[in-house]
């Protein structure tokens, strides 16, 4: 079956770090870019971050560069966000996306 | 930097009729665009990618159509489980943006 499993979303306080994970299955991971899409209370799908096949190309909303750090394993099939310096409005359901596979979305919560 | 946009922000038509959501891309993007449709709580579903190409299992009731900078979508005759919203995404090089998204209900 193919499929991404999102995990490591949770609560977490204003200025503190996350880590999601997202493993794939039933499709050639290496051969796609993978993207994080978050998705506020209420509001629309916002692309985060991307990552080419290899690694070697990344792209960041403006709103989160500097911040977060978008990487892959492919030997592992997986892919990864680093969130430092979390804010009130990173709070969103966190999407894995790639070769037009979806995972059911990771929450993250910033709030003190 | 590129953005996308789409029009109208939302509408409300009655069961069976044509409905045509545009989007427009803020630099040319050939034909790399796709069109999800997203129900309350739900993931988003993949409808159409290549700008006109129907993914598999999707009605054939929606098409798309468009290259370069401007992209539309329609649905032929408006069922009632089609009440969702509806955003298109580019995905060429780089940025993966989305649209702001276009919110369909039933007259």
């Known amino acids: 079956e193919v499929q991404l499993v999102e995990s490591g979303g949770g609560l977490v306080q204003p200025g503190g770090s996350l880590r999601l994970s997202c493993a794939a299955s039933?499709?050639?991971?290496?051969?796609?870019?993978m993207s994080w899409v978050r998705q506020a209370p209420g509001k629309g799908l916002e692309w985060v971050a991307n990552?080419?096949?290899?690694?070697?190309?990344?792209y960041y909303v403006d709103s989160v560069k500097g911040r977060f750090t978008i990487s892959r394993d492919n030997a592992k099939k997986s892919v990864y966000l680093q969130m430092n310096s979390l804010r009130v409005e990173d709070t969103a359901v966190y999407y894995c996306?790639?070769?037009?596979?979806w995972g059911k979305g990771t929450t993250v919560t910033v709030s003190s | 930097d590129m953005q996308m946009t789409q029009s109208p922000s939302s509408l409300s038509a009655s069961v069976g009729d044509r409905v045509t959501i545009t989007c427009r891309a803020s630099?040319?993007?050939?034909?790399?665009l796709a069109w999800y449709q997203q129900k309350p709580g739900k993931v988003p579903q993949l409808l159409i990618y290549?700008?006109?190409t129907l993914q598999s299992g999707v009605p054939s009731r929606f098409s798309g159509s468009g290259s370069g900078t401007d992209f539309t979508l329609t649905i032929s005759s408006l069922q009632p489980e089609d009440v969702a919203t509806y955003y298109c995404?580019?995905?060429?090089?780089?940025?993966?943006?989305f649209g702001p998204g276009t919110k369909v209900d039933i007259k």
């Open positions: 996306t790639g070769g037009w596979v």
């Open positions: 630099q040319g993007i050939s034909n790399y």
């Open positions: 990552i080419k096949e290899d690694g070697s190309e990344k």
């Open positions: 995404q580019k995905y060429n090089s780089g940025p993966a943006t």
């Open positions: 039933g499709f050639t991971f290496s051969r796609n870019w």
């Open positions: 290549a700008a006109s």
